[in-house]
């Protein structure tokens, strides 16, 4: 298992907390924001992996297994035992919880909940960020050395916490190195970044995201998270 922190050399092949891996082709001379975000959506889960991960803040981590198969992940916690099953369409994704035996849709009044006093939300987990309408090009900037597009995506109307989404995604390989959330007047709420990456079986596979939180107008973060993919299961 290879290891590596940004700057990188070589493409990443990886979404959000999705933990994608592998197979994203994107046509690098694309100029429209949908096109970009048609290819960094659809997840390459046609390789199957069952991973160890963590959620790590201010007290104990908070242990997890991810599965990928057939465009489900699947965030399994235990004691007590909970799943998160997040499916990944072209248009939309779709979230449920299973507790206690029992699979129900999960309503869009709990989005913002925190999972298990993680402060990593069902939101942050759903990757709904990139399915917001009218995506708009904003142009290139550099992230940690990789060319980048910038886009952003304005928030639905039945979105009461943001107004806009930005995202960063690597122009070469697809993967999305860097989303912020702001609010309803343009401030900073929440910021996700990739900090490192890892080759497992072959593939680059998340290591570690940060996830950073602000109060509006405050450019110091008031928490700091952590997702880390800790192996292979």
Request: aromatic share 8%.
């Amino acid at each position: 298992m290879t290891d590596v922190n940004f700057p990188l050399s070589a493409p990443l092949r990886f979404s959000f907390l999705a933990l994608l891996a592998a197979s994203l082709q994107i046509n690098l001379q694309a100029q429209n924001a949908e096109e970009i975000l048609h290819a960094a959506r659809l997840s390459p889960t046609s390789r199957p992996a069952v991973l160890r991960a963590q959620i790590r803040g201010d007290g104990a981590p908070a242990q997890l297994t991810i599965r990928l198969k057939d465009h489900l992940i699947w965030y399994e916690f235990t004691d007590p035992a909970q799943t998160i099953l997040l499916k990944l369409d072209p248009a939309e994704t779709k979230l449920s919880e299973k507790l206690n035996g029992i699979t129900r849709s999960l309503p869009p009044g709990r989005l913002h909940d925190s999972v298990r006093d993680t402060g990593v939300t069902y939101e942050d987990l759903s990757l709904g960020f990139l399915y917001w309408p009218r995506p708009v090009l904003q142009g290139e900037e550099t992230v940690k050395t990789r060319p980048a597009w910038k886009i952003d995506l304005q928030a639905p109307s039945s979105e009461h916490l943001y107004g806009v989404a930005r995202v960063w995604i690597d122009k070469e390989s697809g993967a999305i190195l860097r989303i912020e959330g702001y609010d309803k007047k343009g401030l900073l709420l929440r910021r996700f970044e990739i900090v490192s990456a890892q080759k497992i079986d072959g593939l680059w596979m998340l290591k570690q995201m940060r996830i950073e939180s602000f109060e509006p107008g405050n450019s110091d973060p008031i928490s700091r998270r952590y997702l880390e993919v800790l192996g292979k299961e």
